[in-house]
């Protein structure tokens, strides 16, 4: 069996910001670039019983002319929000959804369930920064043996600092071959202002700097990082997640509230994602980040 490459889509466009969106019957009406999570297809957990028997539909869902899915293993809330460092939901059983996609051609990869290292998740856990690098590689490296060969897991590079990010990089070693699509993590919480922004481009400027040939993709980087040039320019694509796209617009009742209530109202997020694609930035000399 032939090994997974990248998407042609994706290999052959500039830019791809995939819409989170976790309802499957809805892409083919959605007919764009989609990241659905794998909650998507399993049940609520029980107390003790773990994750049961994922939802499948006997067959595959519609999807239109210019759909292309990209699957996500939920590991920001399996481990920060809820169960720490064995909050992953299990391996063959993440696996056993993504080797379904097989032969899809509008299926473009799939995620490995990596460790994030923002402070407050490495409080949750109770490790370092090295500790989640280390553990984002082993996991990796198990999937890789559970899921199809034709299929595209992406690896993560994970860090803070951006210094932490060359250490992983270095530490993947030649797992990662020229070319690769790879997800940059633990950025979603930095995009809002100019001094989360600085570190985002200083993180793209380092990997860039030593693999200049990977195609890096953002998790979770919104409408305001995207409109600087040192970022969107430099990565091949982006993702929100299924609340990832809040109004504007201010109430009394917070930003949490806000995200639920926009979350499934998909004409708003579509007009997010289409002024986020048609902003156009005109290609100038970056700036160095200090």
């Known amino acids: 069996m032939r090994p997974a490459t990248v998407h042609s889509k994706i290999q052959n466009s500039d830019f791809v910001y995939f819409l989170g969106c976790n309802h499957p019957h809805l892409i083919h009406k959605l007919n764009r670039p989609v990241l659905m999570s794998v909650t998507a297809f399993a049940k609520k957990r029980r107390p003790g ?14 999807t239109g002319d210019k759909s292309l899915l990209f699957f996500d293993a939920a590991s920001f809330t399996c481990v920060s929000r809820q169960y720490g460092l064995l909050g992953h939901i299990p391996r063959k059983f993440y696996a056993s959804i993504v080797n379904r996609f097989e032969g899809c051609d509008w299926f473009a990869g799939a995620c490995c369930q990596d460790y994030m290292c923002e402070d ?25 043996q559970d899921i199809k060969p034709s299929i595209y897991l992406m690896p993560v590079l994970q860090g803070y600092q951006p210094e932490e990010y060359l250490r992983h990089l270095d530490a993947w070693g030649d797992r990662l071959k020229p070319g690769m699509w790879v997800g940059i993590g633990s950025v979603c919480k930095r995009n809002e202002d100019k001094e989360g922004q600085k570190q985002i481009a200083k993180i793209i400027d380092l990997v860039l700097s030593e693999r200049h040939d990977l195609l890096l993709h953002l ?8 409109r600087v040039p040192e970022i969107r320019l430099r990565v091949r694509t982006a993702d929100s997640g299924a609340f990832g796209l809040s109004s504007n617009k201010s109430d009394s009742e917070g930003r949490k509230t806000k995200k639920f209530q926009y979350a499934n109202n998909w004409d708003h997020q579509l007009s997010k994602v289409e002024k986020i694609e048609s902003n156009s930035i005109q290609k100038q000399l970056f700036y160095m980040v200090s």
Not at 49 to 62: D, P
Not at 120 to 140: A, D, S
Not at 219 to 226: D, N, Q, R, S
């Open 49 to 62: 019983q773990g994750f049961r028997k994922y939802t499948w539909r006997e067959s595959l869902f519609e």
């Open 120 to 144: 407050f998740v490495l409080k949750t856990t109770g490790l370092t920064v090295e500790e989640h690098q280390r553990l984002t590689i082993h996991r990796y490296d198990l999937l890789r």
């Open 219 to 226: 998790f979770g980087v919104k409408e305001k990082a995207l």
